[in-house]
């Protein structure tokens, strides 16, 4: 069940996050601290099937950050324990409601209640792990993992799956967004993927690339990806990781069997991981895609694919400063993006109900502005795209 949070109380305190030119951001490692001198370290372990998971959580008081740093090991054959099973929903993209019930869901009013979590000690949990602890099999793509829940905030029971930029990133996704998003209430996954390749090697079928990497099934020559160091199978494998980490999170609600319960998870990204997103909604039915700093794949077939996912759940930033900008905005046209481009600069949501969103504000990098950290513009110290984000990732109040 969606529930609803004021705007005002959307704000966290994020770390900086330092975005390189290309709007790929490194998120600076470490989790904020809480100045309140009643602390305490607790260490627990939670064992799986065939594995372990060891967490070491630093809080404080109400309102603090527990920051976990897993060191759990993992068999290939692993079958991790607290795997959601098939749920069998069918939910309305335009509500985001389950219309089909079953043990997940409420008996009584036939609306799935949304994941169960622990909402008894309220902080902000973050996790860091690499693919490699979550999957003995992942072999490529092995920085920094990340994912973000904060419980003093009610749980929207959706989850944003982040896509980096591209390159080889040590550290996958931003912290400042990371956490901006879980202080919206969502559940916030930011796993490391192959994003090293483009239109120059992958010619006129990157859409066949960005889907290898999606997939781990062969959809191009140029490179070799298998499923373990794809996209797909690394939700899956993160979300169980979390759920033996942190099981009052729920993480596993988001898991339909030994799959993504793609119905209930916005997909995300920048730059290269916009594009990608982009694409993935066109082959798996997910609540909604949210564009940042991308699509660039201009004049790539895919854009024009049919959708799985209604481009009415579509939604894409970009800066008018951007090298890229003209790109965006054509991209937006052979996707279908609803709207014109209407400038959010001195306006308010709904911006005119337009997808199409787009920004002048002054900043040293237009390009990695459109995510939370260091080069997005604030407002003493509220990001100044709060509101747009709030849009896009449909968290308004």
């Known amino acids: 069940m969606l529930r609803r949070v004021a705007l005002s109380a959307l704000l966290l305190a994020p770390l900086a996050c330092a975005d390189d030119g290309t709007g790929d951001a490194s998120a600076t490692e470490g989790a904020s601290t809480n100045t309140s001198t009643s ?16 967490s070491t959580s630093t809080s404080t008081t109400s309102g603090s950050t527990s920051t976990t740093t897993s060191t759990s090991s993992t068999t290939a054959d692993e079958t991790t324990t607290g795997v959601a099973t098939t749920r069998g929903t069918d939910t309305d993209s335009d509500t985001g409601t389950s219309t089909d019930t079953d043990s997940d869901t409420d008996t009584d009013t036939g609306v799935d209640p949304g994941p169960d979590v622990d909402l008894g000690d309220p902080q902000l949990y973050a996790f860091k792990f690499t693919a ?50 879980a202080g919206m209430g969502f559940h916030v996954f930011m796993p490391c993927y192959r994003s090293d390749y483009g239109v120059g090697n992958c010619g ?20 070799d990806i298998t499923p373990p160091n794809a996209i797909e199978t690394r939700v899956v494998r993160g979300l ?21 319960r793609w119905d209930a998870i916005i997909l995300s990204g920048i730059s290269h991981g916009a594009s ?66 209407i400038a959010v600069d001195g306006a308010s949501p709904p911006y ?46």
Request: glycine letters at 14%; a negative charge; aromatic letters at 8%.
């Open 39 to 54: 602390t305490s370290t607790t260490t627990s372990t939670s064992t799986s099937s065939g594995s372990s998971a060891t």
């Open 132 to 181: 490699a602890e979550a999957d003995a099999g992942a072999t490529e793509a092995l920085g920094t993992q990340l994912a973000y829940l904060d419980t003093t905030v009610q749980p929207r029971g959706r989850l944003v799956v982040y896509l980096h930029g591209a390159g080889a990133p040590t550290t996958c996704g931003s912290t400042a967004h990371g956490q901006l998003l």
């Open 204 to 223: 006129d079928d990157i859409g066949g690339c960005r889907l290898e990497a999606f997939e781990g099934v062969d959809h191009h020559p140029f490179i």
């Open 240 to 260: 169980q990781h979390l759920q033996a980490l942190h099981p009052g999170g729920d993480w596993a609600y988001y898991l339909d069997g030994d799959a993504p």
């Open 276 to 341: 990608s997103s982009g694409l993935i909604g066109k082959h798996r039915l997910v609540d909604r895609v949210v564009m940042l700093s991308g699509p660039l794949d201009t004049g790539q077939a895919w854009l024009t694919d049919p959708l799985l996912t209604a481009i009415e759940r579509y939604y894409g930033f970009t800066h008018t400063g951007d090298g890229q900008h003209p790109g965006h905005l054509q991209s937006f046209i052979d996707l279908g993006v609803p709207g014109e481009p």
């Open 352 to 397: 005119g109900d337009s997808h199409r969103l787009i920004t002048s504000a002054v900043t040293g990098d237009p390009h990695g502005s459109t995510q939370a950290g260091g080069a997005s513009p604030k407002d003493g110290d509220a990001y100044v795209f709060t509101p747009v984000w709030a849009q896009m990732y449909g968290a308004l109040p």
